[in-house]
């Protein structure tokens, strides 16, 4: 598969396309130091051969921010040399941090913006970039990611928001430009040329007034133009639709654009594949090759080697699906595709964020900090001599599902995949549960369902599916009333 081959980027090689991007964890302290679950957390998805392992948010300076990693003083480097020594121990792995530097936010709901920066405090945060990749450098990174996107500085000198009236002026597309051209000037000034430096930026803001893909594709020619060794693209998560709730301080995913930014379950596969199409399209047909990451839903496989063998991007970013399952590329060169856990795009890891508590999956076996190991030993679950038992009821507009615990083999039964299939369609995954019942609420009248559920242990080995259950649904307004709908079983 052309996802698991190597990649170039600048004086490092990737042994897969595979990217996890930067996620919060709030597993560091309040003093910002690497401390050892920060590491084990990075060590995981080096265990799991991700070709490009991008640590969480990394500050380049002081301001406080509750749990968050730090590289704006020389103390810090220690921490980040052991945890880049242990990822390299562990795989071929390649890992950067991703830096930030972010404006104050009250509790009030009051937020700094970039028009209250003088010119001395617009010098001080290009320096302290180059300052801090340089750090980055010192402690072993393979390179430096520049987070211009979402809520943050660099990105908000990238807005069409941008309010300043100066030499970063909003109302142009080349003032909005010149903060990141310096801060990248300042960079290269303190690591050189020969080493990674990628950027992550907005494919589009998703705010009213603020920029599409079509500006994007500007931009990203601009990064080209600048010599970054890749572009990661995501959407929104910005302040200006964040819902303020009283004595919190704003949270930039709570309003249409954080949907946008972790689309849910709600949303397609795929949300923003076209986008990254769309970039890489146009600054490949200027004559760059930079490196496109595409992010937003990928889970499958499958979608993952159409989007890079199509040419719609280079390499392919997953943040929640990584932190589901971090063996996704292991398993996956190991011919185990069908032993991934799916993401199910719950959010409950972006719920756990925003409330300022340590990321966990759900997926994962209650009460671990980690995901677990994989395991590919011993016995798989199995249902019970009786069988699943899966049976379905209608119950005002919903289909509620029940079935039997399933046999643990040689590791403890870690949940149920309930997968359904409309009329004719092929079957996938819509729900993952912990529990043995589940209720389908997104049904429609005159449609067929059919389900089937597997058990799955922590390392995503599963039993056979149960046996199906098809149901037609009733179609309401087209006659007499129906007393319920009929349920079949039916061999899988």
């Known amino acids: 598969m052309k996802i698991l081959e190597p990649l170039k980027l600048n004086g490092m090689t990737l042994p897969n396309r595979i990217a996890v991007p930067a996620m919060v964890t709030r597993l560091s302290g309040e003093d910002g130091f690497v401390n050892q679950p920060i590491i084990d957390r990075y060590v995981r998805y080096a265990e799991g051969h991700v070709g490009l392992i991008?640590?969480?948010?990394?500050?380049?300076?002081?301001?406080?921010?509750g749990p968050l990693l730090r590289l704006s003083d020389d103390e810090f480097i220690p921490g980040h040399h052991e945890l880049t020594k242990q990822v390299h121990d562990t795989s071929d792995s390649k890992v950067m941090p991703q830096i930030i530097h972010f404006l104050k936010v009250a509790r009030s709901g009051w937020r700094?913006?970039?028009?209250?920066?003088?010119?001395?405090?617009?010098?001080?945060?290009?320096?302290?970039?180059?300052?801090?990749?340089?750090?980055?450098?010192?402690?072993?990174?393979?390179?430096v990611e520049l987070h211009s996107a979402h809520a943050y500085t660099l990105s908000s000198f990238l807005s069409r928001r941008n309010p300043r009236r100066d030499g970063y002026d909003g109302r142009t597309l080349e003032g909005r430009l010149a903060m990141f051209g310096r801060v990248m000037q300042s960079v290269r000034k303190h690591v050189g040329h020969d080493w990674t430096v990628g950027v992550r930026f907005l494919a589009e803001e998703a705010i009213k007034e603020g920029y599409t893909i079509e500006e994007a594709k500007l931009i990203a020619l601009r990064m080209a133009q600048l010599g970054v060794d890749y572009?990661?693209?995501s959407v929104g998560g910005k302040f200006e639709d964040a819902v303020h709730r009283?004595?919190?301080?704003?949270?930039?995913?709570?309003?249409?654009?954080?949907?946008?930014?972790?689309?849910?379950?709600?949303?397609?596969?795929?949300?923003?594949?076209?986008?990254?199409?769309a970039v890489k399209q146009y600054i490949n047909a200027k004559g760059f090759t930079v490196p496109v990451i595409s992010v937003g839903k990928i889970s499958d496989p499958l979608d993952a080697e159409q989007l890079v063998q199509t040419g719609q991007a280079d390499m392919i970013g997953m943040a929640r699906q990584l932190l589901a399952d971090p063996d996704w590329v292991k398993k996956l060169e190991e011919q185990r595709s069908g032993q991934i856990v799916r993401c199910i795009y719950c959010n409950v890891c972006k719920q756990l964020d925003e409330k300022f508590k340590e990321v966990t999956c759900f997926l994962w076996p209650k009460g671990l900090m980690q995901a677990p190991p994989d395991v590919t030993d011993g016995d798989a679950p199995r249902?019970?001599?009786?069988?699943?038992?899966?049976?379905?009821?209608?119950?005002?507009?919903?289909?509620?599902?029940?079935?039997?615990?399933?046999v643990a083999g040689s590791t403890e039964i870690a949940g149920y995949n309930v997968y359904r299939a409309e009329d004719d369609g092929d079957a996938r995954v819509t729900e993952a549960v912990k529990s043995t019942k589940h209720a389908d609420k997104?049904?429609?009248?005159?449609?067929?369902?059919?389900?089937?559920?597997r058990g799955h242990d922590a390392a995503g080995r599963a039993t056979p599916p149960s046996d199906a259950v098809r149901i037609e649904m009733p179609l309401p307004f087209a006659g007499p009333a129906s007393p319920s709908s009929e349920v079949r079983h039916v061999p899988h």
Not at 117 to 141: K, M, N, V
Not at 252 to 277: E, F, I, K, V
Not at 443 to 452: A, D, M, N
């Open 112 to 143: 700094q913006t970039i028009d209250s920066l003088s010119e001395e405090d617009i010098e001080r945060i290009i320096e302290e970039f180059g300052q801090a990749a340089a750090r980055a450098r010192t402690a072993g990174y393979d390179g």
């Open 231 to 233: 572009i990661s693209l």
């Open 383 to 406: 249902w019970p001599d009786a069988g699943a038992g899966l049976t379905a009821t209608v119950e005002k507009g919903q289909v509620k599902l029940t079935w039997n615990r399933a």
């Open 246 to 277: 009283e004595g919190q301080p704003l949270y930039p995913y709570t309003g249409y654009s954080g949907d946008r930014c972790m689309p849910g379950d709600w949303y397609p596969s795929l949300p923003h594949a076209h986008m990254a199409a």
């Open 442 to 453: 997104v049904v429609l009248g005159g449609l067929r369902y059919t389900y089937y559920v």
């Open 54 to 65: 991008v640590v969480e948010a990394t500050a380049v300076h002081s301001n406080k921010s």
